[in-house]
């Protein structure tokens, strides 16, 4: 089973940037499309970026032009730079990689702690 360890996540102040990393314990994220997601205390897990197999990559209008997903297939990484950032960003965000029918591949990570003070 592949393992997923996100990284990044940190206190910041209202109007910084992050960049997310998700590194992955064997080459699950080449041949699949991959998603970040986030989950907020009492809210559901929501997607906030995809990067599909031919790079093509889609956001939510909560991160539209804030966000921007990439990945790295030989070092089994995918990031998530997020700018402007707001408090309603704040959450916990990870990652996957997702079978044709949208089916996440791996088991969850323990995801990377967002914090953003206003």
């Known amino acids: 089973q592949v393992q997923l360890v996100e990284s990044g996540g940190d206190l910041v102040q209202a109007g910084g940037s992050l960049r997310l990393s998700c590194e992955a314990s064997?080459?699950?994220?080449?041949?699949?499309?991959v998603a970040w997601y986030r989950q907020a205390p009492g809210k559901q897990r929501e997607a906030v970026a995809i990067?599909?197999?031919?790079?093509?990559?889609n956001y939510p209008r909560a991160v539209k032009g804030r966000g921007t997903i990439s990945k790295d297939n030989a070092k089994n990484t995918v990031y998530l730079r997020m700018n402007f950032l707001k408090p309603e960003d704040t959450a916990i965000y990870y990652c996957?990689?997702?079978?044709?029918?949208?089916?996440?591949?791996?088991?969850w990570g323990q995801g990377t702690q967002v914090t953003v003070s206003s």
């Open positions: 990067i599909f197999t031919d790079g093509t990559t």
């Open positions: 064997g080459p699950i994220f080449s041949d699949n499309t």
């Open positions: 996957n990689a997702l079978s044709s029918s949208g089916v996440p591949l791996a088991s």
